[in-house]
C-alpha cells in the first residue's frame, strides 16, 4: 500500500502558474501509474493527466494539454503537475491518484486504487 501526499497548491491569478507535488511514501512509486484528479465546489471530480509508470508516456484531459504537464522523478518517489497559463475554471481541489499494474486505469482517465488528501488551487480572474 502507498501513501500519497500533495503539496504546492495556492492562490494565483490568471495566467500564472503553480506546480504541484505528490510525494508518496510506504511503497515505492515506480510501481504505479499515477493520475491527477480535480474536483471544483459542486461538481464532479474530473480526470486531469496521467503518466505511466516508466514516465515515457503521458495522458491529459484536452482542457489543460498545452498548458499541463506531468512528470515524475521515481527515484524521489514524487510526481508533479506543472500548471501554466492558469484560467478560473482550473480552480479545484487536485488529487494524486495511485494505479496498480496491471491495467493502467488513470491512463484511461479512470481512477487508480490510492488517494491524496487533495490540495487546493485557486486561480483569481
Known amino acids: 500500500q502507498v501513501q500519497l501526499v500533495e503539496s504546492g497548491g495556492g492562490l494565483v491569478q490568471a495566467g500564472g502558474s503553480l506546480r504541484l507535488s505528490c510525494e508518496a511514501s510506504?511503497?515505492?512509486?515506480?510501481?504505479?501509474?499515477m493520475g491527477w484528479f480535480r474536483q471544483a465546489p459542486g461538481k464532479e471530480r474530473e480526470f486531469v493527466a496521467a503518466?505511466?509508470?516508466?514516465?515515457?508516456?503521458?495522458y491529459y484531459t484536452d482542457s489543460v494539454k498545452g498548458r499541463f504537464t506531468i512528470s515524475r522523478d521515481n527515484a524521489k518517489n514524487t510526481v508533479y503537475l506543472q500548471m501554466n497559463s492558469l484560467k478560473p475554471e482550473d480552480t479545484a481541489v487536485y488529487y494524486c491518484?495511485?494505479?496498480?499494474?496491471?491495467?493502467?486505469?488513470?491512463?484511461?482517465?479512470?481512477?487508480?486504487?490510492?488517494w491524496g488528501q487533495g490540495t487546493q488551487v485557486t486561480v483569481s480572474s
Open positions: 503518466i505511466v509508470r516508466s514516465g515515457v508516456s503521458t
Open positions: 491518484n495511485a494505479d496498480r499494474p496491471p491495467y493502467c486505469k488513470v491512463c484511461d482517465g479512470r481512477p487508480g486504487d490510492y
Open positions: 510506504g511503497r515505492t512509486l515506480s510501481f504505479y501509474a
